[in-house]
């Protein structure tokens, strides 16, 4: 069932940013170490008081070892289900890291991760100059299947939650394997990347698209990158998924606009579009990138975000 809920929320001062299945194959290792615990670092996140414990866990792909790190509640003697999350273009697994505490809170296990080549401040391996979305969704498809192989996880119950880059490589992955995945959660996903890229790369060659990434303080994207994305086709590779999908998206939006959401859901059997009144790209400052910090604008929407996130995880599925 397709519908949109608008939620009504303050205004913020516009913001400007870059957006930013499991197989037999793959070369998933796990790592654990520096266990300990949280006891609310987050709980301007949440209200729930549950201890949370976290671990480092990595993951490989392709010779490149990824650096993650898991929330989750170790005294539980059941399977936990689980929640991948995917950060923006240009940031690392800290963009994600309050979600993934508050989720756990909730009783799932989060896993938070640095895509190889994804910023120059990741953990994981990988130069920047060799990141395209399509290594991305490799990283993930690794992850996913280090994750599911962790005994405390429910491998038959993980969803996916990406924001904006991570969104799209979060759906593509999907679409690629919808019997891996009970649902997942889209924050401004950037379907319009494509449509970016051709746009700024007709600036000329100033770094990243056409200067844009310059001019933001953020990482200039490859040649490698613009050219494997600039004549992809979203539209024909998202949509398949089955499972429900609830896609949070503000109508601010400065890099995607809300329109491309709107598209996503009509694609999907079964979508949610939930409106978030006046956000821009990015519902917290962790995740507005470093154009909204040189303008000074900040957010923080999660206390309208997590409850939706939250319904929709316990939620039948």
């Known amino acids: 069932m397709k519908k949109t809920v608008i939620v009504f929320i303050g205004f913020i001062a516009a913001t400007m940013c870059f957006a930013a299945c499991s197989s037999d194959d793959d070369n998933g290792i796990t790592t654990p170490e520096n266990t300990e615990n949280e006891e609310n670092t987050d709980s301007g996140l949440t209200g729930a008081e549950m201890v949370v414990d976290s671990a480092e866990v990595w993951s490989e792909r392709d010779g490149n070892r990824i650096f993650g790190m898991m929330y989750y509640n170790s005294t539980s003697s059941k399977k936990q289900p689980a929640v991948i999350l995917s950060h923006s273009s240009s940031l690392t697994h800290e963009a994600m890291k309050g979600y993934a505490s508050a989720i756990a809170k909730m009783g799932f296990a989060a896993y938070c991760f640095d895509f190889c080549g994804g910023s120059d401040k990741s953990k994981s391996d990988g130069k920047t100059d060799e990141m ?186």
């Open 132 to 317: 395209t979305v399509f290594t991305e969704v490799e990283d993930l498809r690794a992850v996913v299947k280090t994750v599911k192989s962790l005994d405390y996880v429910d491998s038959s119950n993980v969803c996916l939650l990406g924001s904006s880059q991570g969104g799209l490589v979060s759906a593509l992955l999907a679409d690629e394997c919808p019997d891996d995945f009970a649902g997942m959660i889209l924050f401004y996903p950037a379907f319009n990347i494509p449509d970016m890229v051709k746009m700024f790369s007709g600036f000329g060659d100033f770094g990243g698209f056409g200067g844009f990434g310059d001019f933001g303080g953020m990482m200039s994207m490859s040649e490698a990158y613009i050219n494997s994305i600039k004549d992809f086709d979203v539209w024909s590779h998202i949509g398949k998924f089955s499972k429900p999908v609830c896609i949070i998206h503000g109508t601010a939006d400065m890099i995607v606009p809300i329109s491309n959401s709107v598209k996503a859901v009509g694609l999907y059997p079964s979508a949610t579009l939930n409106k978030i009144e006046g956000a821009n790209h990015g519902f917290n400052a962790a995740n507005l990138g470093s154009m909204g910090s040189m303008m000074g604008a900040s957010a923080d929407y999660d206390s309208v975000v997590l409850p939706i996130v939250e319904s929709f995880l316990k939620s039948d599925k």
